[in-house]
């Protein structure tokens, strides 16, 4: 097991690659990425129900989100002032298949397709993640978008 500050998945396979290791030795031992960020936890005494937009309510609409429990940061004594008083993690796994095996020791497109698709599901992914979150109000959606983007 190891650690590597990167922005994705697909970032830690650019990683590993760009460090010279070679792509047959890099499918045959790794198994899995995991990408981690933390979210501040929202405060429990003082925060209060977000107010959203009518562009976000259909967005969430549109997508089957329950938006019901959405909370924003407020600040409290308690809290500091902040809103916020502790943190939770959000992951996106990449489990290597044989498929991703073989395009790894094999396919000359992958680091192309590392940098832009790659790094783009893995953002996505990371904000699927963190939305839940949001939904039963756990974190904000300004929290999500300053960590996730
Ligand atoms: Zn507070």
Avoid: W
Wanted: proline share 1%.
């Amino acid at each position: 097991m190891a650690t590597i500050h990167c922005d994705s998945n697909a970032g830690a396979l650019i990683r590993l690659l760009d460090l010279g290791i070679s792509p047959i030795l890099l499918s045959s031992s790794l198994s899995a990425l995991v990408s981690q960020r933390l979210l501040r936890v929202l405060c429990n005494r003082c925060k209060k129900p977000a107010k959203l937009t009518r562009g976000l309510i259909e967005e969430f609409e549109n997508k089957h989100i329950d938006y019901s429990r959405m909370f924003k940061a407020v600040g409290c004594k308690y809290c500091g002032g902040t809103g916020y008083y502790a943190r939770t993690a959000i992951c996106d796994i990449l489990v290597l298949t044989d498929e991703i095996r073989a395009d790894i020791a094999s396919n000359e497109g992958l680091l192309r397709h590392l940098r832009t698709e790659g790094r783009r599901k893995d953002r996505t992914n990371l904000r699927k993640e963190g939305l839940k979150k949001v939904a039963l109000g756990v974190t904000s959606l300004e929290e999500l978008k300053r960590v996730v983007g």
